[in-house]
């Protein structure tokens, strides 16, 4: 099956901890995103890349870092900078297309701060 | 920066009743898309539009794409509980998508 796959689904962070979300695209997709959304708020971008070993910091970058090594995987890492870093994480991929680009999003992955 | 603003934030209905959101931009989009997110799930997208005017029908949803393309709307007749979830719209300016804030729909039986 094609598609986005991030795990883990529940992730829980301590004070001070660095965790790294994972996200994996089998569509041969080139852009790769990843939004944050917070409770009855919608989707707001943190960090986006267009090809591989490239990426751009979105509206929301502070806190946040990532890779792209490889054109299937692009993993957020939510540094201890990041002061409130409870939210629903959510990637998508979506063809190189700068006037088109549907995006198809993974599962997600919920953050909590312990 | 560009934003695209959605309303209702919230919508109540009752089964069979209609259901419109509506999605304004300050400046002119290239285009505009619609998505999906059902309760715990993530966003699906259902339809882009392109052209100034442009309406299309998915079944019961209609969705409308205004003369300026700076707004959109979408109409769902005679609402159903699988209706139920958050209806985003997000915009294209240039090669960056921005999405609206949503709209909440729940539908009583």
């Known amino acids: 099956d094609g598609g986005i796959t991030q795990s883990p689904k529940y992730l829980f962070r301590k004070e001070g901890q660095n965790v790294t979300l994972s996200c994996e695209q089998n569509?041969?997709?080139?852009?790769m995103y990843w939004y944050r959304q917070d409770p009855g708020q919608g989707l707001r971008l943190i960090y986006y890349s267009q090809i591989v070993n490239d990426f751009q910091k979105g509206d929301i970058a502070e806190g946040y870092s990532v890779s792209r090594e490889k054109k299937e995987s692009f993993p957020l890492t939510v540094t201890s900078a990041q002061k409130n870093p409870t939210a629903f994480y959510l990637c998508a991929s979506s063809i190189r297309d700068e006037r088109r680009g549907t995006q198809y999003f993974g599962p997600g992955t919920r953050l909590l701060v312990l | 920066g560009q934003q695209v603003m959605q309303i209702p934030q919230y919508q109540h209905v009752q089964e069979g009743e209609d259901f419109t959101t509506y999605c304004n931009s300050s400046t002119t989009l290239s285009n505009i898309q619609w998505y999906k997110q059902r309760p715990g799930g993530h966003p699906v997208f259902l339809i882009q539009l392109v052209k100034s005017g442009e309406v299309k029908k998915q079944k019961r949803l209609t969705f409308q794409f205004g003369e300026a393309k700076k707004n959109s709307s979408l109409h769902i007749t005679a609402t159903q509980t699988t209706d139920v979830g958050t209806y985003f719209c997000a915009g294209h300016y240039g090669n960056k998508l921005v999405f609206g804030a949503g709209t909440i729909l729940r539908v009583k039986s």
């Open positions: 569509l041969n997709h080139d852009a």
